[in-house]
Every structure is written in C-alpha cells, then in structure tokens.
C-alpha cells in the first residue's frame, strides 16, 4: 500500500499537476482504459471504490449509456468477486494452506461457514471489500452455490448507490 502511495504521488506531480485537464481528457476519450482500471481494481480488493466510476460514467454520456455502463460495473463486481472466491477455494483444497488453517486461522473458518450469509451480504451492500471478502469466504470453504446466490445482493448495492448518483448528478 505504501508503494501505491508513492507510485501515486510521483504521478501526481509528474505529470497531472503540471495539465490535469490534458489527463482528465485523455481519460475521457478513451473508456478502454477506465473499464481496464475498473476491472483491476475489483480483482485486487477493490483499491479504488465503485462510485468513482459510476460518478465518471454519469459525466462522460446519457443517461442510457450510464445505464449500461453501471450494468457492466455490476457484472465485472460479481465475476471478479466469484473469481477470488474460486481462488480461495483453490487455497482452501492446498495441502500447505490446510496446515496454515489448523495452526493459525483454527476457528475462523468455522465462524464463516456459519455466519458466512451475514458476510457476504453486508460485503456486498457495503464498501467493504467485496473482493477480500469473497477470497476469505472462499478459502473457508463455503459452498459455491449459496456465496453466488448471496452475491446477487452485490446487483442491490449497484442499483442503490447508481440511482443516487444519478439523482446528484444530473445537470
């Protein structure tokens, strides 16, 4: 985290501070990258929030095409969720992390199978970290039906936060 810090700041100064319309509007020309960074983020443990993005689709066209652009926020959200569920179900079978379970984590895995629902939904309707989250439910060895079933709240939360940006934001 410390290195993303830094990383930004350099940025920040070498080269927005010197013509940040020149970087807003290479940003705004190219919406390739943004739904790159989108996707990226939501895979490394949602670094920067969805709002942002839904706050740059509000601005960049119409109200139909901030539509699907916050359908398409919704899906990536869900699949990169399930995505890092599935990887943490790849460390919940490894031999070198069983052990790592039974000598570190002991009873955490059982806390979230048992209360695993309440995790998920609250990750999903909340800025927790939906990515961390569904890598730590994984890795519990929750079953892959009910975390994808439970998921779909993560659609709730895009509607929700999408119709009060839209509200705000509209010109």
Same mark, same amino acid.
């Given at each position: ?23 807003? /509007? %290479?940003?705004?020309?190219?919406? #390739? !990258?943004?739904?790159? *960074?989108?996707? &990226? ?67 955490? /895995? %059982?806390?979230?199978?048992?209360? #695993? !629902?309440?995790?998920? *939904?609250?990750? &999903? ?47």
């Amino acid at each position: 985290m410390a290195l993303l810090l830094v990383f930004y700041f350099l940025f920040r100064e070498v080269f927005i501070t010197h013509a940040p319309e020149e970087w807003i /509007a %290479k940003f705004y020309a190219r919406p #390739g !990258i943004i739904y790159l *960074i989108y996707t &990226a983020s939501e895979f490394f443990f949602g670094i920067i929030p969805p709002e942002l993005f839904m706050i740059w689709a509000i601005n960049k066209a119409d109200a139909l095409h901030y539509l699907f652009n916050l359908l398409f926020f919704a899906l990536v959200s869900y699949a990169m969720g399930y995505i890092n569920f599935l990887v943490g179900q790849f460390f919940y079978k490894n031999e070198t992390f069983k052990y790592f379970k039974k000598r570190v984590l002991k009873d955490s /895995a %059982k806390l979230v199978n048992k209360y #695993g !629902i309440f995790l998920i *939904i609250v990750a &999903a309707l909340t800025p927790l970290p939906w990515s961390a989250v569904s890598l730590l439910v994984g890795s519990a060895g929750y079953p892959s039906k009910r975390y994808l079933k439970y998921a779909l709240f993560r659609f709730l939360r895009f509607a929700v936060y999408g119709y009060i940006i839209f509200q705000t934001h509209q010109i």
